[in-house]
Structures are given as structure tokens and as C-alpha cells.
């Protein structure tokens, strides 16, 4: 065996090693899953069994803000579907939970005798799960991270006329939807997902059949192989025109019928593979998934274990190859095995299987870029007499203080620190725009956000940017300030007093009135520059600022609201009204508190 063959043979070896140990602890994870929403999450044709009716922002302004109905509302809905003897409904789930009676008797009565008219309605519960030790059947005990630890069902005269259906939603490790739970068990016995309870009594009705049920992983869930993208389900029918009798009974008749929130502000929406940018509504979600039941589309996710081996393969196999071929035809072998790669995986995945197809094509890239890199090094070699000379032109001491320069001052990276950072937007000023001219929105918008620019030098912020008539700053950042939350507060109070003189002014002299909500938050971020090394922004990036955001967004004019870390470090220098968890900030948790402030010493 010649001695460049058995190189090129440790050269693969080691390539397909360093490889798949790569692939096995999870650096390809995150890149892979978003291939596979990519390649096999495509929107296709519905059955056209599935209707939503959503409490959407049409209900919300004709019927009230949800939180002001009563259950009459859904009583006069269920009332509505059953109105028709000759064209029911298959079966209706309500994605709401009725957890316990309300302290309106005579609405819950009328909720319960409509459910029980229309005799095929789902309801909803909630499993919360956690930690829970749990005794084995030979008295021993263990430590059950995946357990019920409260259930919400119900309450009592609904759940006797109902069936119920959990309607609990859980993210994969990188924040997408792309599995359904089947089901849940409860003390009182195992409760399936109000999507599977759904198909399974709208098959027994229309076709005589049960359900099918489906692989699951570990966790007791499914894949979700997604029939319609964000809206797909949604004909624009509010649950206000069911209410006031305008919907055709032909339009639901012998269907599933969904009714849940489609609204933005209810906080039911969820990040799904099929469209990514856009979040779908849990009510969209639930069709998505009775789709799948109904149809028995379901995908076996191929074992990793088989995967690995033919990656491990493929890996060696093309690096060895690409190692005794020259660069141009290495590279076109390298691309055809990636391409068919992919095209085995699509296949698979028609068939029902879900395969990983990032895992080969970077695979065949490293192989070919190892190959190109050794064909690299053997020809710098004989470059090096050319190296050489040309050194004699530029000093190597030179190049590595520009080198060091660049890294230290101008590339790309960031540190985390504590920040306090402050948002700021104009209430109204879409609606503004639209009614007046471009030119009095740029005056309007120059003399706002050059008083705003102005408060924050003032208190030795940094101002991050201008986004329309949002802007964004911080403290802390690039260096520690003592008084770093003190100054945006202050900045923040500063800005809603300009935005009154700012306002008197727009009045007099265009008949214009200006409104700013501010939200002030205080927390650790990622500061430095972003973007591309042609192309850079000095940001903060992080969850921190994510929370200033929201709460801005939900501050009324002329109003300040901080966060519980902001109000912890002022102490006494602040007062503040607490709204405890009655405002929900986007992508927060239950509870999180939001502090509106008063005044400021």
C-alpha cells in the first residue's frame, strides 16, 4: 500500500469520526430540524371536513373584549349550530376551558343545556405537569419528571354533558410546534387531546370507524405532518356571525366544528415548521392535527442509530474518493451525492418515515472541503518559493497588528451584561400616517424623536436605534453606569413630559396631538456588534430586551411601565402601581408582573 493512499485512508477515517461524534452530541440539532420543516412541512389540499369559527378581533369588537363575556356568548354559538335539525354539526370542540362555575348561574345553565341540545360537543381541559415522586407496585419510590401535577377539567354539569379533550400544546427544544400529545392521565384515568377526540368521534359518526392511533415518541406524543399553513383553516367566519344567526347551517353541516380564539391579543398562537415567521392559533393547530387523525397520515421517525451508520459511510466514502480526484470533478460528485441525498429523504418521508437531511450533505461537504483543503496544502507547497519572495513586499509584523487591530475593535462579537433597557413608541401613528400628509408625518416624526434622542443624552444613554416611530436605548452598555436604571426611568419620565410639550406645540401649529407609551426593563443581554463584517449595528440583543419591548407595546399613552427587576433596584426612589399579571406581555409567562410608575425622586 503506497503511502499517499494510506494518508488519503486516515484522512477519511478521521473525517468521518470527528463527524458523526459532531452529529451525535447535537451540533447539527437546531440547522437540521429547520431543514426538515423546510423539505417535508409543505402546505397541501384539505379534506374540507374541518371548519374554524374563530373569537376573533371582529367578535372582540362587536360582541366586547373577551374578558367581559359571560358564558351566554358561547351558549347562543352551540344554540346557533344546533338550530337546524336537518344540518348538524359532526362533532364541536370549544378550545376554552370552563374550569369552574361562574358568578353568572343563569349563563352557565344556558351553556350547559345548549352543549347537551347539541349532544356532540368537546370541551377542554389542562394538564399542568412537573416533578412528582411516585411509588412503584413494590413500595419503592421514584422520581417522576413528566408528571400530571394539577388538572384542570370542566366544571361539573358541563363535563357531565360534554366530552373532554386536553388541550395541552408542547414546544420541541427549539421553540417550534411539531408534535401533538395524545394524551394525558389525570388521577381519574387517561383524557386524549381534544384534537384526537375529535376525529375519533367524527369517524365513528360519519364512517363507523375508530380513530387510528399513532406512533409515539417517549413523551406520549406524535408527529404533526401539517395540512395547511396560517389561515388555511379560517374562511373569516367570526363567531359573531354565528351568534347572530347570519353563518349557513350547509356550511358546517355533517363538519367538525373548531371554536377558539383567533385573535392576537388572546395569546393562543404557536411557532409551527409550516410557517415559521408566522405563528398559527391553537384552534389552527388542532385542525391541523385532526386532519392527520382523519386521514391516518402519520410518520415513523427513523432510528438515529441507522442514520449515524450510513452517514459515517457515505462521509468516508466520499472523502476517500474526492481525496484521488482532481478539485472541479470532486466538487460535481460531492454536489450529485448531496442532492440525491436529499431526494432520498423526501422520498422517505412520503413513504412515512422522517430521516435527518442535513446529516449527509454536510457529510459529503466536509469530505469534499477536507479534499480541497489537502489538494490546497500540497499546492501551497509548491507555492512556497513564491511565498517567499513575495513576504520581501509586506512585512509580516504589519499584517498581524492590522490583523490584531481588526479583531479588537472593529469584528463582529459581544459580551453579556447587565443593562437597563428602554423602548419608546408614538400611540396612534399608523392611523396617523394614513390621514395625513408625508410631509407633516416627517415633521411630526423629527421633532418626537428629536426630543426623545435628547433625553436619553441628557441621562447618558445609549441610543440603539429608530425603528418608524419606535426607539430603542440602553445603559450599561458599552461601559458600567452606577446609575444605570435610575437614568432610563428618568429618561423615560423625561420623554412622556416632552411628549406633552411636544404635543401642545403639534397642536398649535398642525391641530395634532402626540401620545408615547415607554417600557423600561432591567436584566443581563448580549451587547456588541451584529450583522455581517461589511454591514454592523453596536445592539443589545437578548430576552431582557425582548421584555422592554413588550412592555412598551402594552403602555398606554402618556404611561410608563417597568418591570419587578427595574423597581427592585430603585427602591424608594420610585412609586409605582403593580397590574400584577393582569396584562400579558407576548411570550411571558403566567404571573409576570408589570409596574406602572408614578412618580420618580
Known amino acids: 500500500m503506497s503511502k499517499n493512499l494510506k494518508h488519503n485512508l486516515l484522512i477519511s477515517l478521521v473525517c468521518s469520526v470527528l463527524l458523526t461524534v459532531l452529529v451525535i452530541v447535537g451540533v447539527l440539532s437546531r440547522l437540521d430540524r429547520w431543514m426538515q ?275 459515517f459511510a457515505v462521509t468516508f466514502g466520499v472523502t476517500f474518493l474526492c481525496l484521488s480526484l482532481k478539485v472541479r470533478l470532486a466538487v460535481i460528485i460531492s454536489a450529485c451525492t448531496a442532492g440525491l441525498s436529499l431526494l432520498c429523504c423526501i422520498g422517505l418521508y412520503k413513504l412515512g418515515y422522517i430521516t435527518h437531511p442535513l446529516w449527509i450533505p454536510v457529510g459529503v461537504a466536509v469530505g469534499c472541503i477536507v479534499s480541497v483543503a489537502v489538494h490546497y496544502i500540497k499546492a501551497a507547497f509548491e507555492r512556497a518559493e513564491i511565498t517567499r519572495t513575495f513576504s520581501r513586499y509586506v512585512a509580516p509584523e504589519i499584517v498581524s497588528e492590522i490583523l490584531k487591530e481588526g479583531t479588537e475593535n472593529i469584528g463582529l462579537g459581544g459580551k453579556t451584561c447587565d443593562i437597563a433597557v428602554l423602548f419608546v413608541d408614538v400611540r396612534g401613528f399608523t392611523t396617523m400616517s394614513e390621514r395625513l400628509d408625508p410631509e407633516k408625518v416627517v415633521f411630526i416624526l423629527n421633532k418626537y424623536l428629536t426630543m426623545a434622542s435628547g433625553c436619553v443624552e441628557k441621562n447618558h444613554g445609549t441610543l440603539d436605534k429608530f425603528v418608524g416611530d419606535a426607539m430603542m436605548a440602553f445603559w450599561g452598555a458599552p461601559l458600567p453606569q452606577e446609575n444605570a436604571v435610575y437614568n432610563a426611568v428618568r429618561t423615560a419620565m423625561d420623554i412622556v413630559e416632552g411628549a406633552h410639550r411636544v404635543s401642545e406645540e403639534l397642536k398649535a401649529e398642525i391641530g395634532e396631538v402626540l401620545n408615547v407609551g415607554v417600557g423600561v426593563n432591567y436584566g443581563p443581554a448580549v451587547v456588541g456588534n451584529m450583522g455581517s463584517e461589511k454591514h454592523m449595528d453596536y445592539t443589545a440583543i437578548g430576552d431582557t430586551v425582548n421584555t422592554a419591548a413588550r412592555l412598551e407595546a402594552n403602555a398606554p399613552g402618556g404611561t410608563v411601565y417597568i418591570s419587578r427587576a427595574v423597581a427592585d433596584v430603585l427602591g424608594d426612589k420610585v412609586t409605582f402601581t403593580s397590574l400584577g399579571g393582569t396584562i400579558k406581555l407576548k411570550g411571558k409567562a403566567e404571573g409576570f408582573e408589570v409596574l406602572k410608575v408614578e412618580t420618580l425622586e
Open 37 to 311: 420543516d423546510a423539505f417535508f412541512e409543505q402546505p397541501g389540499f384539505s379534506a374540507g371536513d374541518i371548519v374554524v369559527i374563530g373569537i376573533d378581533d371582529e367578535a372582540l369588537e362587536r360582541i366586547g373584549p373577551y374578558n367581559t363575556w359571560d358564558r351566554s356568548v358561547m351558549a347562543r354559538a352551540l344554540d346557533a349550530l344546533a338550530a337546524d335539525p336537518d344540518n348538524l354539526p359532526a362533532v364541536v370542540a370549544v378550545d376554552t376551558l370552563y374550569e369552574s362555575p361562574s358568578d353568572n348561574p343563569e349563563a352557565d345553565a344556558a351553556l350547559v343545556a345548549a352543549a347537551d341540545k347539541l349532544g356532540c360537543v368537546v370541551t377542554a381541559t389542562v394538564a399542568s405537569y412537573g416533578s412528582k415522586i411516585m411509588e412503584k407496585e413494590d413500595g419503592s419510590f421514584r422520581l417522576d419528571n413528566y408528571a400530571v401535577t394539577m388538572y384542570a377539567e370542566p366544571f361539573k354539569e358541563l363535563r357531565e354533558v360534554t366530552t373532554q379533550g386536553h388541550i395541552n400544546a408542547m414546544y420541541d427544544t427549539d421553540g417550534i410546534m411539531r408534535h401533538a400529545l395524545l394524551y394525558t392521565e389525570p388521577e381519574g384515568g387517561r383524557v386524549y387531546s381534544m384534537a384526537y377526540t375529535a376525529a375519533d368521534m367524527y369517524l365513528q359518526k360519519i364512517e363507523g370507524r375508530k380513530a387510528p392511533t399513532p406512533p409515539l415518541d417517549s413523551k406520549g406524543r406524535f408527529f404533526v405532518p401539517f395540512t395547511a399553513a396560517p389561515g388555511g383553516y379560517y374562511d373569516h367566519v367570526s363567531v359573531a356571525d354565528l351568534v347572530d344567526g347570519t353563518v349557513s347551517s350547509s356550511y358546517y353541516a355533517d363538519k367538525i366544528v373548531l371554536i377558539g380564539p383567533y385573535a392576537t391579543g388572546l395569546q393562543d398562537e404557536y411557532f409551527t415548521p409550516v410557517a415559521r415567521a408566522e405563528k398559527m392559533y391553537g384552534v389552527e393547530f388542532q385542525a391541523n392535527v385532526i386532519e392527520a387523525v382523519i386521514k391516518g397520515d402519520f410518520k415513523v421517525e427513523m432510528a438515529d442509530w441507522i442514520q449515524l451508520i450510513i452517514l
